[in-house]
């Protein structure tokens, strides 16, 4: 394996990390009722 493929795989999994670490915070940090407002299972 080249060293730029192992870099490249590296930085996609940290971006990846970073992206899901944001969205878990924004999620802790929003409302649960504007996450899941009444009645959104009826939108199926």
């Given at each position: ?23 878990v ?20």
């Amino acid at each position: 394996m080249d060293a730029r493929e192992h870099l490249r795989k590296r930085q996609a999994f940290g971006l990846l990390l970073i992206a899901a670490a944001i969205l878990v915070v924004a999620l802790f940090r929003a409302n649960l009722h504007n996450i899941f407002p009444p009645g959104w299972w009826r939108f199926w």
